[in-house]
Each structure stands twice: as structure tokens, then as C-alpha cells.
């Protein structure tokens, strides 16, 4: 899960004493009732690391197309172990996804996206990641929020100091959550008592989807689902924002590759990823949830095609997305501003070698 939003940045911020703003930090953090002992514990962790900033600064515009980047993510070994997790947990997600109606397939890929399936959890001390982006000026509020909160997860015992380790930017857990989610989001699904969604499978699954189930799942329904496209169709009407009823598309003569249409009035939208010559899919409501886990559109379809197909559906048709791929006709780059309208690092942005033309392209 990435952080997302820009706070509103001091005129100092990143450049004032460290020392005076961790005292501010502490008065703040036990006016809000976190115990002297806890902040005593969090003390050696609430340092500032220059490597933060550096990374922090270093986050590089997403640069990889939808193909690219799902090639390179849903590996063989990501599809089988993802495979056998499920396999194997079959009685804890059928708990799961009767209590918050989200199937294993959608959990188990973000699962192995995020830390492959709890195997790379990061391990940098969080409170030092977080106190450093909370001092430095890129978004202050958002990652004092998120430090509160994480001294929050201290002192409700959830968390030790020492297993409070993650990446550079914060986040925590199996499912890599921001503190202010694990606290709000939390469950503690194998009932030691404690939230534990570093350790615990169960508790870091079950989290993940209640927050999900927050976001508005619908039980029962698809999230995304690959389709064929006849060549007459309308195609300004493929954008990820522009919602119809399937009827529509089943009137246009969009078919699904392994099962029927249903003629009716669920919203959903069709989205070309590479454009109208590559792979194509319909978005369902259930869609919407996966932009708010990671604003990003290529993540976000990666994410909903690896559940796709943890779930048992086909390997998708490439197509052929070469024109795409190299910007060069007008429809292709103006279908790919629409794809990449809604996230800050889609294709939109990636490096196109110049000068290469095909003659597919139209
Ligand atoms: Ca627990």
C-alpha cells in the first residue's frame, strides 16, 4: 500500500533542529495520552536517516507498462505459491471471506505482491522512517500522523519496538499497512489478543480484508475479467471512467473469455491497458477498491489480473501491443491519456523509444 496525499509543508521543515521537533513530537504524542514508558521504549528509534530522504527523493515516476510490469510481478512462482497458499489456509479464508465477503484470490495477491506472501516484510526500524519523513518537508502531517499512530501500535502492545520494521516509507505487516490503517482496520483474527500483522497470518489476511470490506466490496461479484472486443466498437467509450451497464458492452458485442455475459445493468467499464490492440478487460465495481489500496492504474490491473488468476481464469491475450508500447498513433496515445488519468504513475509517463512507427498502429 503507498502512501498517497501532499500535506501542507512548514517553511523549515527538513532543516530545523531535529532535537526541539522531537521534543514537540513527544509532547504531542503523550497529550494524546501515549505513556511515558512507551515513549521511553520508542526513544532510540526516533533518530532522522538522510537514507530515507534519499529514497524518499529517489521514488522514480512509474515507468513500466501494464505488460511489462505484469510480466515481471506475477512470476511462475508467485502464481504457485499463491496457488498452494490458498490450497493450503482453506479453512481460514472461508472464515475470512464469510465474515467480510473477500475471496482468498483477491487477498492472496496482494499477499504476494506486497511482501511475497510475508517473506519480505522490510527491515528498516519504522518509527526512524517515519520520525525522518515526519521531519523532512514532502508531507510532514500525513507521516506525523502516521508516526502517532505507530507509537499508538507501542502502546497498545501490538507490536514490540523491535519487530516494528518495514521499508523506507513506513508501512508495516504481511500486507504492508500504514499505522494509521493498522489501527483503524486491525483485527486480531486468531484471537491471541493482540493485533499482529507481521507474525500473524491470519490477523495480516483478515486486516486486509476488513479494509477492503470498508472500502465497499461487493460479495459475490467480480473485480476484473478479460474480454474480446469486436473491431467496430465504439472506443471512446473504452475508459476506465466512464461506467455502463454490461448490457451495454454485451450489446456491442464484447464477450467474456471463459464464461458468459450477463446482459445486465452492473456498472463496468472497459479498460485497455496497452490500448485497443492489446489485452482488454472489464472493470467492476470491485475494481474501484483496488485504485484506493494503490493509486496506481498499471499496479491496481496487475493486483485484479494475478487474483484473476489465482481464481482459475486464462492467461490473458497479448495481443498485439507494439504500437501502443511506442506512442506513435494518435488513438493509441489518446486511449492511454485515458488510462492514465487516474493514477500519478501510469504508462502515460513511460519513455517511448522515438521515431519508431508501425504500420499496425491506426
Ligand atoms: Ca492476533
Known amino acids: 500500500m503507498l502512501a498517497a496525499g501532499i500535506g501542507a509543508a512548514e517553511a523549515d521543515c527538513g532543516h530545523g533542529d531535529f532535537s526541539a521537533w522531537r521534543e514537540g513530537l513527544r509532547q504531542e504524542a503523550a497529550a494524546s495520552g501515549i505513556s511515558a514508558a512507551t515513549l521511553q521504549i520508542a526513544a532510540p528509534d526516533l533518530r532522522f536517516d538522510p537514507g530515507v530522504v534519499k529514497r524518499d527523493r529517489a521514488q522514480g515516476v512509474f515507468s513500466q507498462d501494464f505488460l511489462k510490469f505484469s510480466d515481471r510481478m506475477i512470476s511462475k512462482n ?25 475471496p482468498a484470490a483477491v487477498l492472496v495477491a496482494f499477499w504476494g505482491l506486497e511482501t511475497d506472501f510475508g517473506a519480505n516484510i522490510g527491515d528498516l526500524p519504522t518509527l526512524t522512517s517515519l520520525s525522518t519523513l515526519a521531519f523532512d ?26 519487530e516494528m520494521r518495514g521499508p523506507w516509507a513506513g508501512e508495516l505487516g504481511q500486507t504492508q499497512f500504514l ?34 470490506s ?15 472486443v469486436p473491431a467496430d466498437f465504439p472506443w471512446e467509450e473504452a475508459d476506465v471512467l466512464r461506467k455502463h451497464p454490461r448490457s451495454f458492452f ?4 464484447v464477450t467474456a473469455r471463459d464464461r458468459d455475459l450477463a446482459p445486465d445493468d452492473i456498472p463496468v467499464s472497459l479498460v485497455l491497458p496497452m490500448g485497443r490492440s492489446g489485452p482488454a ?6 475494481f474501484d477498491l483496488y485504485l484506493e489500496w494503490n493509486r496506481s492504474l498499471v499496479y491496481s490491473t496487475t493486483a485484479a489480473y494475478y487474483a484473476t488468476l489465482l481464481a482459475g481464469a486464462p492467461k490473458l491475450k497479448r495481443g498485439d501491443a507494439r504500437c501502443c508500447r511506442w506512442r506513435t498513433s494518435r488513438p493509441c496515445r489518446r486511449g492511454l491519456r485515458r488510462w492514465a488519468i487516474r493514477s500519478e504513475r501510469s504508462t502515460a509517463s513511460s519513455a517511448a523509444p522515438p521515431g519508431r512507427r508501425s504500420a499496425r498502429c491506426s
Request: glycine share 10%.
Open 250 to 253: 454485451v450489446d456491442k458485442g
Open 281 to 286: 478487460f472489464l472493470a467492476y465495481p470491485n
Open 214 to 228: 470498508h472500502l465497499g466490496w461487493r460479495r459475490g461479484e467480480p473485480w476484473l475479467q478479460e474480454v474480446t
Open 137 to 162: 518537508c514532502r508531507r510532514p502531517d500525513m507521516f506525523r500522523t502516521e508516526l502517532l499512530s505507530a507509537l499508538k501500535l507501542l502502546d497498545r502492545g501490538d507490536l514490540e519496538l523491535v
Open 78 to 102: 508467485r502464481l504457485s505459491v499463491g496457488a498452494s497458499r490458498i490450497a493450503g489456509n482453506a479453512g481460514l479464508f472461508s472464515r475470512i471471506e464469510e465474515q467480510f465477503g473477500v
Open 179 to 212: 499505522p494509521s490503517k493498522y489501527i483503524e482496520f486491525g483485527v486480531d483474527f486468531d484471537g491471541d489478543g493482540r493485533i499482529d500483522m507481521i507474525r500473524s497470518t491470519a490477523d495480516a489476511l483478515a486486516s486486509s480484508a476488513n479494509y477492503i
